[in-house]
């Protein structure tokens, strides 16, 4: 009890002493000072704007960092958040709350589309926006399937992501023209050709084009060599492929893997 | 006076959030973002820029030699790769041509930063992971990379195990012993430094010797 009192009496003093801040005493205990953004003008604090939030999900490095300048340059949005953890983003999501969540597709350390559902199961509804270098039949039918509201690629003007997180923020969807050529005439989502990979088949897919053995795969998601082989099978049958080497090229043609 | 520095990127988002980057930075003006060759002609003519970051993954053109050319226009500038796959034979081809340096994109902003200034000072610029691969510590000289140490057989049974073949298929197409070919792919896998024919199958494909 005494500690969380504390806590709220720092916020007041670091919003009070920041020299940026117009945010009134009365709000700062409610909302983090650096999620408000002070327009340039005036001292009136009327004319504070709440901005968007936005987390980024994202293997580190020097990409996420600028695109998350990029964005916070942008004086509709704040970055709340940068983090390429699937646990770290389930707790990044209840303590920053961010309105939209920025998750690249095509990440290392994890499947982001998994992730990303996941922690919009755990909280209220947040907005996505998925991006990736170059999109697959796999990835596209993956997003849309997730009902991410955005998915754009990095080839595109940054102005079109930035589009797609406003859109985001508000709850609506926004498919950009590189995006487009992946769904049918009439707009919709058409089933990949490799057929749709179940999430386990996936995710043992991820883990084998990453270079695993079934039994590490297995002793990592703490199911039997059996089932992983069996799982991995499975995958082959649909990716009509028939060897793990020709799986691992097909989940890397599919940008489910870097080579 | 500035660093006058171009960003050879054809992923907008990324040059657009570069240029940004490098612009907040004292003493960095960013004279040009381009995703063609022949743009960067014209940003070379125009701008005698000091340094060139490159990506070394551009559709269309050959990232490298589209550098040089550029190069050759300007007074004294300087070609940096900045790219996502650092591949043995990417690395030895961009230091033999005359890069000075090779960034890998996983590289926290403030490194590569630093590089661009250290690069403008004459200095060779290398990600660690470049570095420890490739790299000799005493004199910044590229080694020799791995692909040059597999043998040609080796080789081609590695082309055989990325178009998926088996053991078994491989040395009924080569006609040798099953045994052969695992020594031989145990042997490719040792000197590559990977642990599993998957992993091999992949540097290949990154190295650009086989296709997915």
Known sequence: MAASHKSVQLLHTAVVLSPNSLVPRTQSAHIEPDCRR?????????CVVPATRVLIFDDPGVIREAVGRLIDADPRFVVCAQTDDAAALVELVAARDPHVILCNLE?????????????????ARRGVVAIAHALSETLVYRARSAAFEGLVTFAEPAQRMLDSIHRAAAGESSI???????????????EPKAGRLSPREF?????????HTSTEIAKLLARSPRTVENQLQSAMRKAHVNSRVDLVRWAIRERVAPP | ??????????????????????????????VGECASA?????????????????????????????????????????????TAYPSDANIARAMSRGFVGFLTKSEPAEFIIEAVRGAARGERVFSEFVRSRSVNAQDDHIIETKSSRLTRREIEI?????????????????????????NQLHSAMKKVGVQSRVELVKWAIREGLATP
Request: net charge negative; glycine share 6%.
């Open chain 1, 38 to 46: 002070p327009t340039p003008a005036g001292p009136d604090t009327s």
């Open chain 1, 107 to 123: 990440m290392r350390s994890c499947d982001a589309v998994r992730a990303v559902t996941a922690a919009r199961e755990r909280a």
């Open chain 1, 176 to 190: 950009s023209p590189a995006v487009r050529r992946f769904l049918g005439g009439d707009g919709v989502l058409r």
């Open chain 1, 203 to 211: 995710e043992v897919v991820r883990l084998a084009a990453r270079g």
């Open chain 2, 1 to 30: 006076m500035a660093i006058r520095c171009v960003l050879f990127d054809d992923h907008l988002v990324v040059s657009e959030a570069l240029r940004m980057m490098l612009e907040a930075e004292d003493g960095i003006q960013v």
């Open chain 2, 38 to 82: 022949q743009t960067l002609l014209d940003i070379a003519d125009r701008h005698d820029p000091d340094i060139i970051l490159v990506d070394l993954e551009i559709p269309g053109c050959d990232p490298v030699e589209s550098a040089l050319a550029a190069k050759e226009r300007t007074s004294a500038c300087k070609l940096v790769a900045l």
């Open chain 2, 158 to 182: 590695v082309l055989f195990a990325a178009q998926g073949l088996t053991t078994q298929q491989i040395a009924s197409q080569v006609s040798r012993s099953p045994r052969t070919i695992e």
